[in-house]
């Protein structure tokens, strides 16, 4: 009797493990995602194929863009200085594209990458410790084949549509941060 209610267990919990479902283990769900053409996922996905080549891609799902491009700014007056193959209203439409976040969905082509998107929430959760270094480690626990975070702005594009411009923030420690626009 004692063998049989020991199958009983081992069988219940073989069950149990095997219905477990394995893409599941992130209790974090993504946020619904807005609707981006699908050349914007194109560009941002050249770019982030040409920049990195970690096997995991990690994009924070929500937009983001860091640098003060406002009219008359030293950044904005820097980048058309530096630049005056651009036209003068990709920056601004840039600029007008970022006034609101959107959140991105799983469009984006890896080229053979594996591209996980970091809700707000799991980003949070990972990073709201008072230690930022041992928050960096608990993210590089679950997401050791990648190089960091990658923070991506809206697109903005000239009015003739051949030219398009946003930023990039790669983030890779607590004083590990590089960000571009490109």
Same mark, same amino acid.
């Given at each position: 009797?004692?063998?049989? %209610?020991?199958y009983?267990i #081992?069988?219940?919990l073989?069950?149990l ?6 893409s ?10 807005? +609707? #981006?053409?699908?050349?914007?996922? +194109? ?11 970690? +096997?995991q ?15 008359? /700014? ?23 594209q ?5 959140? !991105?969905?799983?469009f984006?082509?890896?080229?053979? %990458? ?12 990972? !990073?709201? &410790? ?9 993210f590089?626990? %679950?997401?050791? %084949? /990648?190089? &960091?975070?990658? /923070? #991506?702005?809206?697109?903005? !594009?000239?009015r ?18 590089? &960000? /571009?626009?490109?």
């Amino acid at each position: 009797m004692k063998t049989l %209610k020991l199958y009983v267990i #081992l069988w219940a919990l073989a069950s149990l493990l095997l219905s477990c479902d394995s893409s599941s283990n992130n209790a974090f769900e993504l946020d619904k995602p807005d +609707e #981006l053409p699908v050349e914007n996922y +194109e560009i941002y996905s050249l770019a982030i194929d040409e920049l990195f080549d970690a +096997e995991q891609i990690v994009i924070a799902q929500v937009s983001q863009m860091n640098i003060e491009l406002e009219p008359n /700014s030293s950044h904005h007056t820097t980048l058309a200085n530096n630049n005056p193959e651009l036209s003068p209203d990709l920056v601004t439409d840039l600029v007008t594209q970022n006034q609101e976040t959107v959140v !991105f969905g799983e469009f984006f082509d890896g080229f053979g %990458k594996d591209i996980v998107l970091l809700s707000s929430d799991e980003q949070n959760a990972i !990073f709201e &410790g008072p230690e930022l270094n041992e928050s960096w480690n608990d993210f590089y626990k %679950k997401y050791s %084949k /990648s190089n &960091g975070i990658i /923070s #991506l702005s809206q697109i903005g !594009f000239n009015r003739a549509n051949n030219q398009a411009v946003f930023e990039m923030v790669h983030m890779a420690a607590s004083l590990a941060a590089t &960000g /571009s626009i490109i």
